[in-house]
Every structure is written in C-alpha cells, then in structure tokens.
C-alpha cells in the first residue's frame, strides 16, 4: 500500500482551517473540514498565490489572489479563473498525528 510520512500534529489544523506544511520538499496546505483532513498542493494553479492564505469555506478553498476556487477533496477547480486540477495527497490520521502519502 501507500508509505506515509509524519506531517503534522492535527491540533494545528483547527476545524474550518488551512495550513502550510513542508512535504518531501514541496508545499503541500492541508485542511480541516469538519474533522476530516484533506492535502493539496499548495500554489494555486493558476497563479503564485499560496492556497494557505486563501478561505476555506466548507470544503472549498478560495484563492486569495482572484478568488478562484477548488474542492479540497478532489483537488477539482470549482470556480473561474480557474481551470487546472490541484495536487492531492492522501491523509491517514493516526494518534493525533495526520500523515501524508509520499506522492
Ligand atoms: Fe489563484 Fe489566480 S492565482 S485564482
């Protein structure tokens, strides 16, 4: 199955948040909807904006720089101007410690 590597204590992600973390070397945000953990990368897809600096709003996140959007869960661009899929990453939640997949 998939190899997983320590991110993060989940107690940084509080419920409805974002944060950046370092994985393997890229940037990776990681969100809290409703207790469950979902990653992308981190730069937006269609500009240098961090998703991080962005607003999630249930599961989506908006973009802080032209407010595009996307869904967390699937990486899907839900809103215009964007159009490119984010990068995912597969979360595991383990002893209060979320884990992510090597990509
Ligand atoms: Fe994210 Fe333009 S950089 S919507």
Redesign the pocket.
């Given at each position: 199955g998939d190899i997983f590597s320590t991110a993060i204590e989940a107690t940084e992600v509080p419920l409805g948040h974002v944060k950046k973390v370092m994985h393997e070397g890229s940037e990776v945000a990681i969100y809290n909807v409703e207790g469950c953990f979902y990653a992308t990368q981190d730069q937006?897809?269609?500009?240098?904006?961090s998703?991080s600096d962005g607003f999630l709003i249930g599961e989506f996140i908006e973009?802080?720089?032209?407010?595009?959007m996307f869904d967390v869960r699937t990486g899907e661009a839900t809103a215009a101007?964007?159009d490119i899929s984010l990068k995912t990453y597969k979360t595991s939640l383990k002893d209060g410690v979320i884990f992510l997949a090597r990509s």
């Open positions: 937006c897809t269609h500009g240098l904006a998703l973009c802080p720089l032209h407010q595009g101007p964007c």
